[in-house]
T-cell receptor, first 114, second 111 residues
Framework: ETGVTQTPRHLVMGMTNKKSLKCEQHLGHNAMYWYKQSAKKPLELMFVYNFKEQTENNSVPSRFSPECPNSSHLFLHLHTLQPEDSALYLC?????????????FGPGTRLTVT | LAKTTQPISMDSYEGQEVNITCSHNNIATNDYITWYQQFPSQGPRFIIQGYKTKVTNEVASLFIPADRKSSTLSLPRVSLSDTAVYYCLVEYGGATNKLIFGTGTLLAVQP
């Protein structure tokens, strides 16, 4: 148990569906992240939120829309996805500042787009 | 272009010391190097972080040469439960938007 939870753990959706992934951290951290992990590829940083403000969007298609209502919750809204978007989506949190940090990851949501 | 590369896989036996190297040629002066361990169906878990020379904790050591273009994770006396994928992460430019994970090294520990 890392203190970061993600729901759902598994999701199957069609290309015309709209769904949301949820992440919650119970660690009092001020930064949260979404990563995509595809088979045989390194983890790809998608979005970063620092103190609830989005600080980075790494050229992610607009069919992925993040939302961070407070420093403990992070959502990833999905719509009109493509089969190549099937992957493990990981959420992480960290405490920014002080020069060093350690990211705590959730277990991930395994997404399959049909 | 910032890039972080690792060997795809390594094999070892129980009780041996394992060294996994990561190359990060474009690392800058203030960039940190972090290593994570990932088991199937789980998110990565922090192992160790360093900036220069050597860092040691209860599970691993991290060696960083003077030019900082590579780093080596050292796992002493591995056991079967250390079979996992190991990732290095470099925070290029000291900004969270330049987090580049390595390709990952699958360590297989045999009895």
């Amino acid at each position: 148990e890392t203190g970061v939870t993600q729901t759902p753990r598994h999701l199957v959706m069609g290309m015309t569906n709209k769904k949301s992934l949820k992440c919650e951290q119970h660690l009092g951290h001020n930064a949260m992240y979404w990563y995509k992990q595809s088979a045989k590829k390194p983890l790809e940083l998608m979005f970063v939120y620092n103190f609830k403000e989005q600080t980075e969007n790494n050229s992610v298609p607009s069919r992925f829309s993040p939302e961070c209502p407070n420093s403990s919750h992070l959502f990833l809204h999905l719509h009109t996805l493509q089969p190549e978007d099937s992957a493990l989506y990981l959420c992480a949190s960290s405490q920014e500042g002080g020069g060093t940090y350690e990211q705590y990851f959730g277990p991930g949501t395994r997404l399959t787009v049909t | 272009l910032a890039k972080t590369t690792q060997p795809i896989s390594m094999d070892s036996y129980e009780g041996q010391e394992v060294n996994i190297t990561c190359s990060h040629n474009n690392i800058a002066t203030n960039d940190y190097i972090t290593w994570y361990q990932q088991f199937p169906s789980q998110g990565p878990r922090f192992i160790i972080q360093g900036y220069k020379t050597k860092v040691t904790n209860e599970v691993a050591s991290l060696f960083i040469p003077a030019d900082r273009k590579s780093s080596t994770l050292s796992l002493p006396r591995v056991s079967l439960s250390d079979t996992a994928v190991y990732y290095c992460l470099v925070e290029y430019g000291g900004a969270t938007n330049k987090l580049i994970f390595g390709t990952g090294t699958l360590l297989a520990v045999q009895p």
